[in-house]
């Protein structure tokens, strides 16, 4: 192999560990235990909430993907995205292998959480810390928010207020949320 | 109704995992993280003290018979396989021996995928590497078939299917490498592995090099430029420069060839990778051959050279030394190019290298001394020695 293919085609080194070189030391097993509590839900919601696999089987999934990581630690360089793109992958894979019997909900989709919003609505402390979290908003992401989890009004609800798509306005909530959950940390830091 | 007591709830709980699921992952990780340990001075110890040909007959032996053993062993097959491809393919046919017969029960179904998978895959890269080109493709097959019914795996099976688009490239299958390689892009980008993603820019590029597309080569590469520096990947961003420099070479901007050859010369040489810089400093003295500077480009080569010989790199030296014999011949100094090939033979010969790549450096010597030698006749030699690599056994047939 020439030199221009042997610095080319050094992509052998890549395929087993090399980037080791990126963790010092692999996670012990404690290490590996907190990773199974701490991302089993999550895996689980994405099967259900995104991908809508049914409540076993998800969990069959997210075990199988934490079982896939350990063989893979030392060459994982950000666990949270490996994480989520395999229980995605291996959802699609699923439904691949499941063709679709029942035929989707839109109104249900709609309304199902964001499985990254619905993390970050559990990083607020209780409902209450909520309500102070929209003080710190504008005002339509307030009207948004509030319309959502005070009002009890669904995407489409929410949508035909504003006289916007439910998509959109699914994304907004969202938006909003993150916002939330910025601002309302930035405040809990400045006290 | 307070405001507070109209708040929707958010409930969605907080799912427990089956407490037999995770008795069964931390059994698993406790069972791999031992089995690391001290796998490395097993497969290195018992691969010293065996003989190569009786390499096979350690699939029976129980310390090699575990996911810590058969990841030492993938170590091997790839820090051999460019360097000693024979041993690497022999080492890879133990670990897919190895995997192949661990029993059903000795790890979860998706861990045994893994193990398999990862074997097969590295038989084929040895393979690869030994131009058996068919035969490696049947065992990137072989490890897909162990990953297939597992939609967990894509990304291992990403990195197999990468594996087999660099396999197509060298068997010039350039369109299915091309949309292979697509594939590996989305999978990598969805669990976040930037490494590998960058990997599969760059060996996109490097098939538009291959196909002759140098400028769309060039900018490919430099489109990875800043993604490389982003994920602060020194060795990658190196091998991007090295290979602009490439490129910009046949384009003939040997300006920019220049200075990519010296961010990568830097950035190697910071990284201790001596023989990859002698490596990019090659590529600098054919630029100055290739540009019709004869001087400065014998004098380059002959540094390099000096550099390979210190690493004791016989054959790499004698490589080198050929482009300075195709350098004398083209400035018309055949007395010296034949001197110089003389010498290349009395190194191979004593450094008791293959005695076919010996027979094809004393023709080129002979050729040149009856003036019946060009740069083409050196080019074969060359090439058919780089090929003594793959092909031990392959005969020299002369051109001249």
């Given amino acids: 192999m020439n030199t221009y293919l042997r610095i080319v085609v050094r992509w052998s080194s890549i395929q087993n560990g090399a980037m080791t070189l990126l963790t010092n030391h692999l996670p012990d097993e404690r290490q590996f235990e907190v990773v199974y509590a701490g991302y089993f839900d999550l895996l689980v919601q994405i099967a259900i909430h995104k991908f809508r696999v049914p409540d076993s089987e998800a969990e069959t999934l997210a075990h199988d993907v934490l079982i896939s990581y350990l063989r893979k630690s030392h060459d994982v360089i950000e666990l949270r995205p490996w994480l989520v793109g395999a229980i995605c992958h291996a959802s699609r894979h699923y439904w691949r292998l499941n063709s679709r019997t029942v035929p989707t909900d839109a109104e249900t989709d709609l309304d199902r959480a964001d499985p990254a919003s619905v993390r970050i609505l559990d990083s607020l402390p209780d409902q209450l810390a909520a309500r102070e979290a929209l003080e710190c908003l504008n005002e339509r992401c307030r009207e948004i928010l509030s319309m959502r989890y005070f009002e009890g009004c669904t995407v489409i609800e929410i949508a035909e207020r504003l006289g916007i798509k439910p998509k959109y306005a699914q994304k907004l909530i969202a938006k909003c949320l993150r916002r939330a959950e910025t601002l309302y940390g930035e405040k809990g830091k400045m006290q | 109704m307070s405001d507070h007591e109209k708040v929707v709830p958010f409930d969605r709980g907080q799912r427990q995992p089956d407490p037999a699921r995770v008795a069964e992952f931390a059994a698993t990780a406790r069972k791999l993280q031992q089995e690391r340990e001290g796998a490395a001075a097993t497969v290195t110890r018992l691969l010293a003290e065996t003989p190569y040909a009786e390499w096979p007959k350690l699939a029976q032996r129980e310390e090699l018979r575990n996911s810590g053993a058969l990841d030492e062993l993938s170590r091997e097959v790839v820090s051999r396989v460019d360097r000693v491809p024979l041993e690497s393919l022999a080492i890879a046919q133990l670990g897919t021996a190895v995997a192949d017969s661990l029993s059903a029960s000795s790890y979860p179904v998706v861990v045994l995928a893994q193990i398999r998978a990862q074997a097969w895959k590295d038989r084929g890269l040895a393979l690869c590497y030994l131009a058996r080109y068919p035969e490696a493709l049947e065992a990137f097959d072989r490890a897909e078939d162990a990953l297939r019914p597992f939609g967990t795996l894509a990304h291992d099976r990403a990195i197999v299917q990468f594996a087999r688009a660099t396999t197509l490239q060298e068997a010039k299958r350039y369109d299915e490498s091309f949309a292979l390689l697509g594939e590996c892009k989305t999978i990598f980008i969805d669990h976040g592995d930037t490494r590998r993603h960058l990997m599969c820019g760059i060996a996109e590029a490097a098939l538009l090099h291959r196909m002759g597309k140098f400028a769309e080569a060039r900018t490919a590469y430099s489109d990875l430029l800043e993604q490389a520096t982003e994920i602060n990947d020194r060795s990658l961003l190196a091998s991007i420069h090295n290979n602009i420099g490439h490129s910009s070479i046949e384009l003939g901007d040997y300006t920019s060839a220049a200075d990519h050859l010296d961010r990568a010369v830097r950035i190697l040489t910071e990284l201790g990778q001596p023989l990859h810089v002698a490596r990019a400093e090659l590529a600098r003295g054919r630029m100055f051959v290739r540009k019709g500077d004869y001087e400065t480009g014998i004098?380059?080569?002959?540094?390099?050279?000096?550099?390979?010989l210190k690493h004791n790199l016989v054959e790499e030296a004698g490589l080198c030394g050929l482009d300075i014999v195709e350098a004398h011949l083209l400035r018309a100094s055949t007395?010296?190019?034949?001197?110089?090939?003389?010498?290349?033979?009395?190194?191979?010969?004593?450094?008791?290298?293959?005695?076919?790549?010996?027979?094809?450096?004393?023709?080129?010597?002979?050729?040149?001394?009856?003036?019946?030698?060009?740069?083409?006749?050196?080019?074969?030699?060359?090439?058919?020695?780089?090929?003594?690599?793959k092909q031990p056994e392959a005969e020299f047939v002369a051109t001249a």
């Fill in chain 2, 299 to 308: 004098a380059h080569l002959h540094s390099v050279r000096q550099q390979f």
């Fill in chain 2, 335 to 389: 007395i010296e190019a034949e001197a110089f090939a003389w010498q290349i033979v009395r190194e191979f010969t004593a450094a008791q290298l293959n005695a076919r790549a010996i027979t094809a450096l004393g023709y080129l010597s002979e050729a040149i001394a009856a003036r019946n030698a060009s740069v083409a006749t050196v080019q074969h030699v060359r090439q058919f020695i780089r090929n003594l690599r």
